[in-house]
């Protein structure tokens, strides 16, 4: 836990509070969804990669999701709003989770979105409960894959799915810049991924490389994160702004100089 709370993204995670004090919302106001989620999420393209997996899978108000890594809950609020689905939402930083149920609770989406607090790799959330497990950015983290595999397979109805968004390892990572931090990210290969899938006992395990795409994205998300340094300065305090900007630089590097890619993994348990 130590390391994965030294990625300045995961750090001074009230900011959420400042973004809706900008918009004119108190401590204590209801919340609309399509307003939260403008700044409730840590992965790329937001609501867009959200939306993704609910036309891949026609997520409706039947579909149970399992959504590991939750964060401050951005996803599963979102897909719960939008489809009427039951998620879980499932989270390891205890900050992170105080935060996403909180701002659930004035979403007025307790009903729909259950937050627990836990480790995937140990915790039991009900065999063969779920039609969908979905994780953005969050295996990256781990160093077991075919664990973590596992283990969300054995939440999965037969027949259900895993849809995952990840970052992948392209070179030698010990090759990166020494002032880059790699201590909170454990990277696989895009072909051993896949095998760690398969050897967990998925069938069907196919690989989407998004690599150019979120390339492209890391670096605009930098560039109009720098161009707003005034306001971000304002809103959050220099120290925030300082340890975002150092984050997203070395994910930019990561990028460019060829040592990451990503993309998803979509896999079936067999029916």
């Known amino acids: 836990m130590a390391e994965l709370k030294s990625m300045q993204l995961y750090s001074n995670v009230d900011r959420i509070y400042n973004e809706l004090k900008e918009l004119g919302y108190s401590d204590s106001d209801d919340l609309k969804v399509e307003d939260v989620s403008r700044f409730d999420s840590l992965h790329y393209h937001g609501v867009q ?49 105080d935060t996403g149920r909180d701002l659930t609770a004035r979403c007025k989406l307790g009903e729909r979105v259950q937050h627990v607090c836990g480790d995937i790799m140990d915790i ?28 969300c397979l054995e939440h999965l109805k037969p027949g259900g ?16 810049s020494e002032d ?37 994205y890391v670096q605009q998300r930098f560039d109009t994160f720098v161009s707003s340094e005034e306001r971000h300065v304002r ?12 984050f ?11 040592h990451v890619g990503g993309g998803r993994i979509s896999a079936t348990k067999p029916s």
């Open 161 to 176: 799915n895993m849809f995952v968004e990840d970052l992948f390892a392209l070179r030698d990572l010990t090759e990166v």
């Open 124 to 151: 039991d959330l009900g065999h063969d409960s779920y039609d969908l497990v979905t994780s953005w950015l969050v295996f990256c983290h781990i160093p077991d894959k075919k664990k973590v595999s596992q283990r």
């Open 49 to 97: 990669a959200v939306d993704e997996a609910i036309q891949r899978f026609s997520i409706g108000k039947d579909t149970r999701v399992l959504d590991v890594g939750s964060g401050i809950g951005g996803p599963a609020r979102y897909l719960a709003w939008k489809t009427g689905c039951h998620v879980t939402a499932l989270e390891i930083q205890r900050d992170h989770h």
């Open 235 to 246: 809103v959050h305090g220099r120290p925030t702004y300082q340890a975002l900007h150092s």
């Open 180 to 216: 880059i931090q790699l201590n909170y990210f454990d990277l696989a290969n895009v072909q051993d991924y896949k095998q760690h899938v398969t050897d967990s006992g998925f069938i069907n395990v196919q690989v989407e490389d998004l690599t150019a795409d979120w390339k492209e």
């Open 248 to 258: 997203y630089s070395s994910i930019v590097r990561l990028f460019k100089g060829g």
